[in-house]
């Protein structure tokens, strides 16, 4: 849940205060909310969040292919 809502931060935001009952929240900018924060963020995140996606994506298939070897299989029998 958390990758996505790094990727779409805006979308989730504009949602949310769209829900709110408070007008002020409704009426803000969400775009220029997002783009300011992120550029207070330090230049090597983007590199570190992309990161942490890729190596979460391969480790999650290489656990799927150790789990599939049949050495798993007898181990989990």
Known sequence: ???PG???TTRYIKAAFHKSDD???RG??????VDAAAGAYPSW??????ARLILATVGSLLVIV?????AASGYFA
């Open 1 to 3: 849940m958390i990758m």
């Open 6 to 8: 790094e990727v779409f």
């Open 23 to 25: 007008p002020s929240l």
């Open 28 to 33: 803000l900018d969400v775009e220029a909310f």
């Open 45 to 50: 995140l983007r590199g570190m969040i992309a």
């Open 66 to 70: 150790a789990l599939a070897l049949p």
